[in-house]
């Protein structure tokens, strides 16, 4: 069995998807374990910033995907591409869910109020908004139909990771440090890109 056969693929994949969920796991079982403040003095915030992290995370993890694997021809990297930036999606709907129903009640009155006052979350939430449709649009049928038109609107994906790093660095206020990782990391990846620019008249996250 070599990486790139269909029956690595087979194996890793089920792996893969279930690592994905250990952030979830943990969280979950933290979740179940109030009473020993497994999740701190206030576990809304804490679950709310934990998801956020994670799909933040998970975008940039499916940004170096394509560098990665130029770099090392290792081709078989872009099978799970997909499914990382599902995750990603898969975790910020849970950051907002958090927000939204955990922490406002579903308050729409309330959110509206808080998307239009505070800058860090009305960037969270425009990213989350351009989000949607390339989750929408992941699947390999919405790809052929969609032809060249699939490339132009996944490539939002930058402005998302942009917006969702600057949230994120917003929100932190204080201990910006591990905001300024990221945002390096995201800056790193979007330099690689633009160097290929150079060479090439378009290009695909």
């Known amino acids: 069995m070599t990486p790139g056969s269909k029956a690595f693929y087979r194996l890793t994949k089920p792996l893969v998807f279930l690592l994905c969920l250990l952030p979830l796991s943990m969280l979950s079982l933290q979740a179940f374990e109030l009473a020993d403040m497994s999740l701190g003095t206030n576990p809304v915030e804490k679950l709310l910033h934990e998801f956020g992290r994670w799909g933040l995370k998970f975008l940039l993890l499916t940004l170096t995907v394509t560098p990665l694997r130029r770099w090392t021809g290792w081709n078989w990297l872009l099978r799970f591409r997909r499914m990382l930036g599902l995750y990603a999606f898969f975790y910020i709907v849970l950051h907002f869910l958090t927000y939204a129903v955990l922490d406002q009640g ?8 808080d998307v239009i006052k505070r800058p860090y979350i009305t960037l969270g939430m425009i990213g989350f908004v351009l989000l949607i449709p ?4 992941s699947t390999r049928g919405m790809m052929r139909r969609l032809g060249k038109r699939w490339v132009k609107l996944h490539r939002l994906v930058y402005v998302i990771a942009i917006l969702g790093a600057w949230h994120f660095y917003w929100q932190v206020k204080l201990d910006t440090l591990e905001a300024l990782v990221y945002a390096m990391v995201l800056a790193a990846l979007l330099a690689v890109r633009l160097d290929r620019l150079k060479s090439l008249s378009g290009f695909r996250h």
């Open 106 to 113: 579903l308050e729409f009155a309330l959110i509206i109020e």
């Open 134 to 137: 390339l989750a929408v649009t």
